[in-house]
């Protein structure tokens, strides 16, 4: 699990040149605080209040191309859950925090992931409640 890379994946890279060549400027695997919880977005874009992640199909349990090891089941089922558990919680507190939460797969079209988080940056920030 050494070899698998927590920033700077490929979609990642693609996505990111996508969106720069629309013009649209943003910050890389920046860490934000909420309420004690730490989230770090792929691509966050602050000005907006705009979250993006973009997923690996294998750790985050894409429904089309997730996969399941057969050794030691056990464990990897364990873990998946866990990475999904977190996901969850950190989708929540960033939009308790008032941030919008775009979601991708590896596999979506980087144009077509690119136009879907033009579309978020268009909404109105929603406010926190607190």
Not at 16 to 28: D, V, W
Not at 33 to 45: A, I, K, Y
Request: hydrophobic share 40%.
């Amino acid at each position: 699990m050494e070899a698998n890379r927590r920033v700077d994946t490929g979609p990642e890279r693609l996505l990111r040149s996508k969106l720069h060549a629309r013009g649209l400027r943003f910050r890389k695997d920046r860490r934000l605080e909420l309420d004690g919880r730490r989230v770090r977005p792929d691509v966050v874009f602050g000005r907006h209040q705009v979250a993006v992640f973009v997923d690996g199909c294998f750790w985050h349990r894409c429904p089309v191309h997730s996969t399941h090891p057969r050794a030691n089941a056990d464990f990897w089922q364990a873990k998946f859950e866990r990475t999904v558990a977190r996901d969850r919680a950190d989708d929540a507190a960033l939009e308790a925090a008032g941030w919008s939460v775009v979601r991708l797969w590896e596999h979506e079209d980087p144009i077509v992931a690119a136009d879907r988080i033009e579309a978020a940056l268009r909404r109105p920030p929603s406010r926190a409640t607190t």
